[in-house]
């Protein structure tokens, strides 16, 4: 056993080298597939400033807004596979879209996995003008009202969306999905009030709660969030109620495993310098940097899990 543990230990020291030894392209993009001010946008622009500093490289965003970020993700799939073009993905297209609509691209053979980037609760938020103040008044006023009231998303298949359907499902309401091309609109047209309800980031919301531009009710989560530590969550009113949020780091899938490898070490080490953990902590996106296996599975159990509710709710794209 011990000349066993010992020849492990020697390969995954090997494996380590070659892949810090895998030299990166000096300019790397980090695609987004949502709009500029939104949680992911500002997610990537954290993660690639300090990136680019540990690299001594150009780590540049390029915004590729709509369908739920599918263009996004379908243009890294076609990307070059030379570690020069990465994506952070989301749950949407990852995990939710390929159950509910037709795409060009397979996210298990087009894209390879990173590192988890971010993993946090939604924080579902409405304007003052709607009048309520908590979940269970939100709640009466939908069923005394079915059909009435709207809740937006970053696009169709996407968390927020999801988050949506599954709020009616359990609340046993009919609140009506308007999609929009990432978090800064949707904020912007519920700030206008022509939008009821929104599960936001709190990377995108928390100004506009701290301000009293927008009345926080609870958070997706199964239990508290530690960046709203004193308002409920879902959950407590509706038991069971899960819909966390998460962006992931993905290349295009035929990037060569040396390339994939010195990528997951780079992003990790960004995710867990000091800075950039805080930085992102304190816009309630939490980072959660892991290997490239651990993405894999996590990614097919949230794809298990969101197929389920789209068949239960017979969801469509539409």
Not at 24 to 30: A, N, Q, R, S, V
Not at 183 to 195: D, N, W
Not at 289 to 309: F, I, M
């Amino acid at each position: 056993m011990n000349i066993r543990n010992a020849l492990a230990g020697a390969l995954a020291l090997a494996l380590m080298a070659t892949a810090a030894a895998q030299e990166l392209p000096k300019k790397i993009t980090i695609v987004v597939g949502f709009a500029a001010g939104g949680a992911a946008d500002h997610a990537a622009r954290v993660v690639a400033k300090r990136m680019g500093e540990n690299l001594g490289a150009t780590v540049v965003i390029d915004n590729r807004a709509g369908a739920g970020g599918n263009i996004a993700h379908q243009a890294v799939a076609n990307a070059e596979p030379d570690g020069s073009v990465i994506l952070l993905g989301s749950v949407g297209p990852l995990a939710i879209a390929p159950h509910m609509m037709k795409l060009g691209y397979d996210p298990k053979k087009d894209l390879a996995p990173l590192s988890m980037g971010m993993n946090f609760p939604n924080v579902l938020v409405v304007p003052p003008s709607l009048g309520v103040k908590t979940l269970t008044e939100l709640i009466a006023l939908a069923k005394k009202q079915p059909g009435v009231l709207n809740y937006g998303s970053t696009g169709a298949g996407s968390a927020s969306h999801l988050a949506g359907e599954l709020f009616n499902q359990r609340a046993g309401v009919d609140v009506v999905h308007i999609p929009y091309k990432g978090g800064a609109p949707a904020v912007t047209e519920l700030l206008a009030g022509r939008l009821s309800m929104y599960f936001a980031t709190m990377s995108t919301a928390g100004p506009h709660i701290a301000s009293g531009k927008l009345v926080p009710l609870a958070t997706t989560g199964l239990t508290r969030a530690s960046f709203l530590p004193d308002l409920p969550a879902v959950a407590e009113l509706l038991p069971g109620f899960t819909a966390t949020n998460w962006y992931a780091f993905v290349a295009p899938g035929k990037t060569p495993a040396p390339i994939l490898d010195r990528l997951n070490q780079e992003l990790v080490k960004a995710l867990k310098s000091p800075e950039v953990h805080d930085e992102l902590t304190r816009a309630g996106l939490l980072p959660a940097p892991g290997t490239r296996d651990e993405l894999a599975r996590y990614v097919d159990a949230e794809s298990k899990t969101w197929g389920k509710v789209i068949v239960d709710r017979k969801i469509t794209a539409n």
